[in-house]
């Protein structure tokens, strides 16, 4: 593979966020469009795809003292964003601000509307002051601008194909297994070592607090309690688990720590890092081949979710534990075939979680997918891997990918608008 290439997929994938990443996209669009008006805004307009509402609704927004939702997320951008931080928009917001936002959604005009549209990852916020207005759009990614208004003059306006969007610059349909294998076998590792240190130290500091105040349902100290009392072995898997799902306690429960994320999604860069981290820290692997490992599975994740899309009713996290598994073998020394049956065997256990938003169970879907990832891992050490022809199992692990791929978008089209049905009180 062109090793510039893929450097450059890695630096778009994998950037800091601050929370999950849906609210703060929408607070980076209030920002955006508070930047175009010039001035206070005095009424929010937002539109918003049914997956944004979806991973929306139930997820703390950090910095806000605990509020939640999309009305939230969109006012402090606008009171007290700063657009140019991008995901990390809301990072610095003062508390005299967070009193400005509480004012503001008690006394303001502030409309969410649903737009239509087939488009997973879309929002759009119309700032107004008296008879200015200032509009801002993104599509498919959560920065990615692509309409911007002023007083209904268009400044900016960006065509993107809606029906096969896939990247942002950088194509990501020459990755492979194999490639990616032996790009994490063999690229200079100056190459990578700042990004995946930053991997490291960020996400292991959320796992780390998640461990030290109570955040959503704690699983990930649960797990950590429990080996400690001896009802759960001490054993690796149960710390990976831990280790990654007290990273996601605290980021769905509001923490503000940053987190480095892959795929637009912390959750999936805590999934593809800290079992890895935990591993190689409990088994004294070198430095050299944690950031190598790390490469491995942020990029196999990055591969998986390309087939999938941005935002689906297929558990993201998943991508990223299949992802980890074949990480795990490969910090092991094992081969291109054990690494690719260890993918296959997780995408052929966990592939049937469904994502219903960012939430409090999102940390125990990560343990979930660590423990599947584990067992995956040793069934391929063992020689034994899911066969092709049963159930989504295709003849390599790259035709199996391109079935998650249908899966998700194919079949589940309709689970994702049951789902958000559920959560809005449809039925």
Do not use: W
Request: charged share 20%; aromatic share 6%.
């Amino acid at each position: 593979m062109d090793v510039k290439k893929v450097i450059k997929i890695l630096n778009e994938e994998i950037v800091p966020a601050e929370g999950c990443t849906e609210p703060i996209a929408i607070a980076y669009v209030g920002a955006k469009a508070v930047e175009i008006l010039g001035k206070k805004p005095t009424k929010l307009d937002i539109y918003v795809s049914g997956n944004m509402i979806k991973n929306v609704k139930s997820v703390n927004v950090p910095n806000s003292g605990g509020m939640v939702g999309i009305e939230v997320s969109a006012v402090m951008g606008a009171i007290g964003g700063d657009a140019n931080a991008e995901l990390m928009v809301i990072s610095n917001i003062t508390p005299k601000q967070i009193e400005e936002v509480k004012k503001f959604i008690k006394n303001n005009e502030i409309n969410v509307i649903r737009e239509k549209t087939d488009v997973k990852l879309y929002a759009r916020v119309v700032a107004y002051n008296k008879d200015e207005s200032a509009s801002v759009e993104i599509k498919h990614l959560h920065t990615n601008i692509t309409k911007i208004e002023k007083n209904k003059e268009v400044l900016v306006n960006r065509t993107c194909n809606d029906t096969n969007f896939t990247s942002t610059d950088e194509d990501r349909n020459f990755l492979t297994i194999e490639g990616i294998y032996n790009f994490a076998k063999t690229v200079n590792l100056s190459e990578i070592e700042d990004l995946f240190k930053k991997v490291i130290d960020c996400n292991s500091a959320i796992a780390k607090e998640g461990f030290n105040k109570k955040y959503g349902v704690n699983i990930g100290s649960m797990i950590r309690e429990n080996i400690e009392k001896g009802i759960y072995g001490n054993d690796q898997r149960n710390r990976s688990a831990s280790f990654a799902a007290s990273g996601s306690d605290a980021r769905m429960a509001g923490c503000p720590l940053p987190v480095m994320t892959t795929s637009g999604s912390g959750n999936q860069g805590m999934t593809a890092s800290l079992p890895l981290i935990q591993y190689c820290n409990d088994n004294s692997i070198s430095y050299e081949k944690t950031i190598r490992g790390l490469a491995f599975s942020h990029l196999a994740c990055i591969h998986i979710k390309t087939n999938v899309g941005r935002l689906s009713a297929y558990c993201g996290v998943i991508c990223a534990s299949a992802a980890v598994s074949g990480a795990l073998a490969f910090v092991m020394d094992e081969s291109l075939e054990v690494v690719a049956n260890s993918i296959t065997n997780t995408l052929g256990n966990v592939s049937g979680i469904i994502c219903d938003g960012a939430k409090a169970s999102c940390a125990m879907k990560i343990a979930s997918g660590i423990y599947a990832a584990f067992d995956s891992l040793y069934l391929s050490k063992a020689q034994k891997c899911l066969a092709s022809g049963e159930g989504i199992i295709g003849e390599n692990i790259e035709k199996t990918i391109k079935n998650i791929g249908i899966l998700s978008k194919v079949g589940m089209g309709e689970t994702d608008e049951t789902i958000l049905g559920i959560m809005t009180n449809k039925y």
